[in-house]
């Protein structure tokens, strides 16, 4: 069995460099207790190595991120530090195109022992996955927008083949969340198939998909409604796929519906590589001031932990993983720390420590 794991590790810049820390403490506390050893490679890149340097994703970091077991990611790209297009640096797009990391999966839930702001007694039972489509949709346009003397175009790509797997992923994800939570598998489809011709093109690939699926639910809804429904009835849904731009902004707000960015975890997967980051960004309004909750980089490390004991056919990383999430939810629902973001007084490192203390205690 494999004893030795190769991370690479991309802290990058503001409270991606701190939750980093709770990543590297949580790794080295659970090695010692399950036999194996975690390699953590730390790798430049970023806005402030970008203003260092000139060059915001080094090749190195590439070619280490390519022999890696897995990446392991903080948070990158800084309001004042810009390309000459005027766009911000953010080499974790680069990362998803250049390794082909097609499936973002965001999951949610809330946390016993914290607030949602949501009034009805309904949203503690949230749990949902939203599975965004991360190499095509509307982001193909990054770096291609066409300049014409009325104004700038930028264009959507949805392809078969893109639409086919993201569409695949979430099914099979959502038996597996079904059988993990003895519950009817459901996908939830979310277009604009009423308005344009490739998200029409969208549909009609799910459609066909869960034809396939006959034991999942599948069913579909435009963009705007579902902002609506995901305010309103949250607890209702179980897995959601959709394209990127409107995955990318339905992922901020499934965060806020379990109290913030703070508690929102990511895995960007593709058929080789898999990536794991909190769904954050670099927040510089309270980059070095220890604020930071670290919760959602810990389950990100979490989720890294069982995407590989899957991988490797590891139990004792699948373990390791459910022992990480428990332990999270034990600090919460015990009332231990409270985040600033939920108007507690805790941040990165008294989570972090109180984190791995519940782990400890466990025996
Ligand atoms: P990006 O565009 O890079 O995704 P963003 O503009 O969406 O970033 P974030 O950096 O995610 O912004 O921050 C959004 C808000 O959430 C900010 O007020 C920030 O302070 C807060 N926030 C983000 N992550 C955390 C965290 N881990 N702990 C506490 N607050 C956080």
Not at 313 to 340: C, N, T, W, Y
Request: proline letters at 4%; charged letters at 20%.
């Amino acid at each position: 069995m494999k004893t030795d794991y190769q991370i690479a590790v991309l802290p990058g810049d503001g409270i991606g460099r701190e939750v980093m820390t709770a990543a590297d403490h949580i790794l080295d506390a659970t090695q010692a207790r399950i036999g194996v050893k975690f390699h953590l490679n730390y790798l430049p890149a970023g806005a402030q190595h970008y203003l260092e340097s000139g060059v915001a994703l080094p090749d190195s970091t590439l070619t280490a991120c390519d022999r890696a077991d897995a990446i392991l990611f903080g948070a990158m790209g800084l309001p004042h530090v810009r390309g000459a297009d005027g766009t911000e640096i953010i080499p974790q797009l680069d990362l998803r195109f250049h390794f082909d990391l097609y499936a973002g999966v965001r999951p949610i839930r809330t946390f016993q022992g914290l607030h949602t702001p949501l009034a009805s007694p309904k949203a503690s039972e949230i749990d949902l996955v939203l599975v965004r489509e991360s190499t095509e949709g509307l982001f193909y346009a990054r770096g291609r927008g066409e300049t014409r003397p009325d104004g700038v175009y930028d264009t959507m790509q949805i392809t078969h083949k893109g639409t086919r797997r993201i569409c695949e992923f979430a099914f099979k994800l959502a038996e597996q969340r079904a059988l993990k939570r003895n519950r009817q598998a459901r996908v939830t489809n979310v277009d604009k198939a009423n308005v344009f011709a490739s998200m029409a093109l969208w549909r009609s690939i799910f459609e066909d998909v869960a034809s396939k699926y006959p034991k999942v639910s599948a069913d579909s809804a435009y963009v705007d409604a579902m902002a609506l429904n995901l305010v309103m009835k949250p607890w209702t849904y179980d897995v959601l796929v959709t394209e990127n731009m409107f995955g990318d902004i339905l992922s901020d707000l499934i965060a806020a519906l379990v109290g913030g960015m703070g508690m929102a975890p990511s895995a960007d997967l593709g058929d080789k590589h898999g990536l794991f980051q909190p769904a954050h960004g670099t927040a510089p309004d309270i980059a070095g001031e220890g604020k930071a909750n670290p919760t959602a980089m810990l389950l990100s490390t979490g989720m890294m932990l069982e995407w590989l004991g899957h991988r490797h056919a590891d139990a004792r990383l699948i373990d390791a993983a459910a022992m990480i999430d428990e332990a999270v939810e034990h600090v919460f629902a015990s009332g231990q720390v409270r985040p600033f973001e939920f108007g507690g007084g805790h941040g990165t490192v008294e989570i972090t420590r109180a984190v791995i203390a519940a782990m400890k205690a466990k025996g």
